[in-house]
């Protein structure tokens, strides 16, 4: 039997490997093994069986690694997925469904060493009396880790040893597995009973998890539907629901019915809201009861043989759910069930680099290919979800009120431009917002005051003329941090002293001035406005090691603080019934991106953080400044009415062709000379219009033609254009984008092409596909 091998460098073409009959019956699709290649030994992924090769001399497979196939066939399915649709070599697609930790050769269990008292034959000894203590001990126990042992006995190893040379206990190695929740104290949680609308969505998602393994669809007598008459209903749903509504126990529920259904689940939530609090409320459900299983998880956060012990507890089965950020969509569950994606509009899904996936979009697939049932939740749907449900792909459930009948806060909008007359600079708190948030002090409520956007001032400007600290590296403006009396850059982390007077050596004027608001410089400004409050700041600068954010979190929920002020890090998930005030201190900084997705941002942003108001008994309010008041994003938060942004948003995406109604493709071409990038960029695009094909003509021989099928002159192509940040960590960045509704077609249009495109050495192309960053 023959192997096909994809091997872990990168060289975009599987090899064959002959399968010793000693290895014969352990490899299988899916198996890591070790193979020669050339004079060395590398590790790689079998991808296939086969009775014969096309080549001879053969070499044989060195060793299997692991007990188990690692990749399952149905991930294995889904990584070749991803390697043709997101443009990339399928060893790149294959490394990254297999974390790190889980593809080393060695296992990764933790052994320590173990007690163990072994049965007495014969006359007990009379032992010395330390000895004596020790085995009391065991003896009572039978079995306890050694360090334990020593521990509570207060003594050495070496009268351990003494007692198993005697013959009385054995000490083993044994597997020790980490739990990195093991310090939290979780309390069991039973299901709530649910109100209406909440039922309503459970029953569609039961239903559709009950249509069976062959997915088919059956009517009210048990016969199969036709499908000539029907569509068959959609297996993936949207769960749109406001900030607190209970989507959370909607999920909690469809879990316990893929598990009495005898499956298992993925839930992804984004990294930044994978808190101890999210992650215990998962755990607390399944902690015990008839339906109880561990619930893996999988974060950044996790040590190594954290994450491959919380990896092998999923592949073996003893985990049926797994909760996760982004690349949990690989988790080996099987059968799989049910994928839950929570705030599935947020862009910490896509992958910033190879392979660049979207992890809803992954999610989706991998359902359909597996036959579960996927469930796409968020107060602030993707337009393209939404779309979706338009176009009948998805199917809309929605969650209308707020549980408890808690009344959505009340938003005013503040015109900045009001607040900045007569003022010297732009002010950061309108005297509104002022006086509400002294209310709040005086009733001893709290309040979130946010600002995407760290560090104290955006940017250092001579007034005289009007030089701004620039960064070497980049085409962006060096960000002033006060407290570490530093400029800093906040692409590609340069560093810089601050300067005493202009550094343009022509004016050398010292009365240089900052401009621009980061959440240093609200945070301090606060303070001279109100000393008697407790004040803390939650941004990238602030939350450095692994336990700042539960801190911070911590006092915040035990009313230590007053009032929090932070960046994006506190818009999300977060739930704190004693606030009653959110302020957002510059609602308009996103709206000037330029990026197609600007209003959207804005929109769910606004969104998002009003929801955090008034999740107590108390009505929340929110205060939104904003230099463009009447702007539709805003106006549309305001009023909580998402739809009514769909609507009117879908008019400028329908009339610029730009996602849902298409795909986009972002080529970017970077290098140290500027030329050349340039250079390279347009013989690109030539490339590419030459490759289009016109729909009268034929078919071409080379197969690297753009036959898009009907969607052909659907294909738009703009660019070559300066990145928005032209220059970025010493390279210079041009665009080309591609917009069109078969995307699969070009993707695989994209691979040829790009694979017979000649760049010069210095000039390196990036492909991605359904970008969602635009700089
Ligand atoms: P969302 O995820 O939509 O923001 P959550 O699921 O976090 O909302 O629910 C908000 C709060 O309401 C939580 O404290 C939750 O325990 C509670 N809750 C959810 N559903 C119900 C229900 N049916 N009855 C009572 N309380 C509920
Ligand atoms: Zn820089």
């Known amino acids: 039997m023959i192997a096909r091998v994809s091997l872990e460098i990168a060289l975009r073409k599987e090899f064959d490997y002959l399968i010793p009959p000693g290895l014969a019956g352990q490899v299988e699709v899916g198996s890591r093994v070790q193979v020669p290649f050339g004079p060395r030994k590398i590790l790689g992924c079998v991808t296939a069986l086969a009775e014969e090769s096309a080549r001879t001399n053969l070499k044989p497979i060195l060793k299997v690694i692991g007990a188990q196939t690692l990749v399952t066939p149905q991930v294995l399915k889904l990584a070749r997925w991803i390697g043709e649709y997101y443009c990339c070599a399928p060893e790149i697609a294959l490394k990254s469904v297999l974390p790190e930790a889980v593809r080393k050769e060695s296992s990764g269990w933790r052994e320590r060493l173990s007690v163990r008292a072994l049965p007495v034959g014969g006359e007990f000894p009379k032992l010395p009396k330390r000895q004596q203590a020790v085995w009391n001990i065991v003896e009572e126990r039978r079995e306890l880790a050694l360090q334990e042992l020593l521990d509570l006995a207060e003594t050495t190893a070496a009268t351990v040893r003494k007692l198993e040379d005697r013959g009385l206990v054995e000490i083993a190695p044994e597997i020790s597995e980490r739990d990195p929740y093991a310090r939290e104290h979780i309390l069991p949680s039973q299901p709530l009973p649910l109100n209406p609308a909440q039922s309503a969505a459970l ?3 039961k239903a559709a998890m009950n249509r069976g393994e062959d997915g088919g669809w059956k009517m009210e007598d048990g016969k199969a539907a036709p499908s000539s008459i029907l569509h068959p209903p959609s297996s993936t749903f949207l769960l749109h629901g406001v900030t607190g509504s209970g989507k959370t126990e909607v999920y909690l529920q469809a879990l316990a019915h893929a598990l009495e259904l005898g499956k298992g689940a993925i839930v992804l939530v984004p990294e930044i809201s994978l808190t101890p609090q999210t992650v215990e409320r998962f755990k607390a459900r399944f902690s015990s009861g008839k339906l109880q299983t561990l619930v893996a998880v999988l974060h950044s956060h996790l040590s190594a043989g954290e994450r491959h012990d919380e990896w092998h507890k999923i592949r073996q089965g003893r985990a049926r759910i797994v909760i996760g950020a982004r690349s949990a969509i690989f988790a080996p569950v099987e059968p799989l069930g049910l994928v839950i994606v929570d705030e599935e509009h947020e862009t910490s899904y896509k992958q910033e680099e190879a392979p660049r996936y979207h992890a809803r979009d992954v999610a989706v697939m991998r359902g359909q290919m597996e036959n579960a049932i996927v469930v796409l939740g968020s107060a602030t749907p993707s337009l393209e ?7 009948g792909k998805f199917t809309l459930l929605e969650l209308p009120e707020r549980v408890d009948d808690q009344k959505m806060p009340h938003v005013r909008v503040v015109d ?3 607040a900045a007359r007569g003022e010297k600079g732009i002010p950061i708190f309108s005297p509104q917002l002022k006086e509400a948030i002294h209310q709040r002090l005086e009733r001893r409520e709290q309040t979130i005051l946010f600002l995407n956007r760290r560090g104290y001032s955006t940017s250092l400007q001579c007034p005289k003329c009007g030089e701004v600290v620039q960064c070497p590296n980049c085409s962006l403006a060096l960000t002033f941090h006060r407290q570490e009396q530093k400029l800093a850059c906040h692409i590609c982390g340069h560093v810089a002293p601050v300067p005493s007077v202009c550094p343009n ?3 050398k004027n010292p009365a240089i001035r900052f401009a621009g608001t980061g959440t240093q410089r609200v945070e301090e400004t606060l303070a001279r406005l109100f000393p008697q409050a407790r004040i803390k700041r939650m941004d990238a600068d602030t939350m450095r090691r692994k336990d700042d954010y539960r801190n ?13 002020v932070g960046t994006q890090m506190i818009a ?11 302020g957002i201190i510059y609602a308009d900084l996103a709206l000037h991106q330029p990026d197609f997705r600007a209003g959207e941002r804005t929109f769910q942003l606004l969104t998002q953080v009003a929801g955090r108001a008034g999740r107590g008994d108390v009505e929340g309010e929110v205060f939104v400044q904003a230099f463009a008041p009447f702007h539709p994003a805003i106006q549309y938060a305001r009023r909580h009415d998402f739809t009514g942004f769909y609507e009117q948003e879908m008019e400028f995406r329908e009339q610029l062709k730009y996602p849902p109604v298409s795909r986009v493709a972002l080529l970017t071409l970077k290098g140290r000379n500027e030329e050349k990038v340039k250079f390279s960029a347009d013989h690109l695009k030539r490339m590419l219009e030459s490759k289009v094909q016109s729909p009268k003509s034929k078919a071409s021989s080379d197969g690297a033609t753009l036959d898009l099928g009907p969607w052909t002159l659907d294909l738009i192509i703009s660019g070559p254009a300066p990145a928005p940040l032209l220059r970025a960590e010493t390279f210079y960045r041009y665009q080309i984008m591609l917009r069109t509704r078969a995307m699969s077609k070009l993707s695989q249009a994209l691979a040829k ?13 990036t492909a991605d596909i359904d ?4 700089t």
Do not use: W
């Not at 939404?386 to 176009?391: D, E, G, I, L, S």
């Not at 999300?572 to 959110?582: R, Y």
């Not at 970008?771 to 635009?774: E, H, I, M, S, T």
């Open 203 to 205: 029953e569609k998602i």
């Open 505 to 507: 050596a022509k004016c």
């Open 385 to 391: 979800s939404y779309y979706n449900c338009k176009r």
């Open 572 to 582: 999300k998930g977060l739930h704190f019934p004693n606030v009653t005030l959110v």
């Open 416 to 418: 900045m431009r009001q």
């Open 552 to 564: 911070v979190l911590g006092d915040f929920r035990a009313g230590k603080t007053d009032i929090l």
């Open 753 to 765: 092409i790009i694979g017979a495109l000649a760049l010069p050495d210095d000039v390196t192309l």
């Open 771 to 774: 970008p969602v960053n635009f």
